[in-house]
């Protein structure tokens, strides 16, 4: 992540671990969990493209720097932006009013993830990684400044990430959707010389909070026509 290649391999070593482990009790548990459950396995990928990142920065390596930087900001740009409410789709009561909102905050997400990712793929020389405050810093990077104010390009990034959880039928994806909002503010508030890395750090870490959800079946409570083997009064547990 942002400190050191040492702290993004250890952080993408937990979250993968974790997250290849939540998968597949994810999966044996009821397969509406799996695109949440992925999450922390995408961010511990996305952790350990940000280490390569550190490794062609201090090692004088450009071309490292470069796929890295671009595995990095495609989870950051591209990916996350549609996953979220994907996630939020599939796992969303089919009777519910909101479901179909989801996927059209995914399909947003697809177009504005292709306007912030595809052009640096294209043109390599886009792509401005430096360090700042010894962090690594990607703020110089974003097309769409081209385009529109950066406080627009962050308010429509961030209601793409906060905004399905927080419309969820489940309490518990709207309780993921605060652990979410404070991940910004503390984001914004205290580490804006390099918000973009720590961003991805500390929500990557916010993924944990869906680890939980997912091992205490909390979504059987409020749904349990779609989680059957489990009786409702053991999700309170």
């Given at each position: 992540?942002?400190?050191?290649?040492?702290?993004?391999?250890?952080?993408?070593?937990?979250?993968?671990?974790?997250?290849?482990?939540?998968?597949?009790?994810?999966?044996?548990?009821?397969?509406?969990?799996?695109?949440?459950?992925?999450?922390?396995?995408?961010?511990?990928?996305?952790?350990?493209?940000?280490?390569?990142?550190?490794?062609?920065?201090?090692?004088?390596?450009?071309?490292?720097?470069?796929?890295?930087?671009?595995?990095?900001?495609?989870?950051?740009?591209?990916?996350?932006?549609?996953?979220?409410?994907?996630?939020?789709?599939?796992?969303?009561?089919?009777?519910?009013?909101?479901?179909?909102?989801?996927?059209?905050?995914?399909?947003?997400?697809?177009?504005?993830?292709?306007?912030?990712?595809?052009?640096?793929?294209?043109?390599s020389e886009m792509v401005v990684v430096e360090i700042n405050n010894q962090s690594l810093a990607y703020e110089?990077?974003?097309?769409?400044?081209?385009?529109?104010?950066?406080?627009?390009?962050?308010?429509?990034?961030?209601?793409?990430?906060?905004?399905?959880?927080?419309?969820?039928?489940?309490?518990?994806?709207?309780?993921?959707?605060?652990?979410?909002?404070?991940?910004?503010?503390?984001?914004?508030?205290?580490?804006?010389?390099?918000?973009?890395?720590?961003?991805?750090?500390?929500?990557?870490?916010?993924?944990?909070?869906?680890?939980?959800?997912?091992?205490?079946?909390?979504?059987?409570?409020?749904?349990p026509e779609l989680f059957p083997e489990m009786a409702p009064s053991k999700a309170w547990l």
């Amino acid at each position: 992540m942002c400190l050191s290649a040492q702290v993004s391999f250890a952080a993408s070593v937990f979250l993968v671990g974790g997250g290849t482990a939540i998968t597949i009790i994810a999966a044996r548990k009821n397969w509406r969990y799996v695109p949440m459950a992925l999450m922390p396995l995408f961010a511990g990928l996305q952790q350990f493209m940000e280490g390569n990142v550190w490794l062609g920065m201090t090692g004088g390596n450009p071309f490292q720097v470069l796929w890295g930087a671009l595995g990095f900001i495609f989870f950051t740009w591209f990916m996350w932006p549609i996953w979220v409410p994907f996630s939020m789709y599939v796992i969303e009561p089919n009777h519910s009013p909101r479901k179909p909102l989801f996927l059209i905050f995914s399909l947003i997400g697809l177009v504005f993830g292709v306007l912030l990712y595809v052009p640096h793929g294209l043109h390599s020389e886009m792509v401005v990684v430096e360090i700042n405050n010894q962090s690594l810093a990607y703020e110089k990077s974003i097309w769409l400044d081209y385009l529109m104010p950066r406080t627009l390009t962050n308010v429509i990034y961030v209601l793409l990430i906060i905004v399905p959880p927080a419309m969820s039928h489940y309490l518990h994806l709207r309780h993921f959707a605060l652990s979410l909002v404070a991940v910004v503010v503390i984001d914004m508030t205290l580490l804006t010389y390099a918000y973009i890395s720590f961003f991805c750090l500390l929500a990557g870490l916010a993924t944990l909070h869906l680890v939980y959800i997912i091992l205490r079946n909390k979504c059987a409570r409020e749904c349990p026509e779609l989680f059957p083997e489990m009786a409702p009064s053991k999700a309170w547990l």
